[in-house]
């Protein structure tokens, strides 16, 4: 039935959408698959900086390693530094851009 019932009127005030589109909608989602669902800033930062950690825990290793003499070749533990050094280097810019773009942000008239 397509008529405007209560159940499609609630949809309509809940999703801004009729019923007839919803069901459109999850009719195309089911022929085509899951799809890929985007990852929010917040999600892509946080990615950021846990794969910084580790680069950093695994360089931490690597150099501890060298100190005890257990390193198998000092050129790894060299690269595994200079990785780290280069996220956290990205990381830090990343963060004062931030920061920048709030700045100015906030200096604008309203």
Do not use: C, H, W
Not at 66 to 79: C, R
């Amino acid at each position: 039935m397509d008529g405007l019932t209560i159940s499609s009127a609630e949809n309509l005030i809940q999703t801004g959408q009729p019923l007839k589109e919803i069901k459109k909608n999850q009719l195309q989602q089911e022929l085509l698959g899951p799809s890929k669902q985007e990852k929010s800033f917040v999600d892509t930062l946080n990615d950021a900086v846990k794969s910084v950690n580790e680069l950093q825990q695994t360089a931490d290793k690597k150099m501890e390693e060298l100190a005890t003499g257990n390193a198998k070749s000092i050129p790894d533990v060299m690269i595994a530094a200079e990785k780290a050094d280069i996220a956290l280097k990205l990381m830090v810019s990343v963060r004062n851009k931030a920061i920048e773009a709030y700045q100015e942000i906030m200096k604008m008239q309203v």
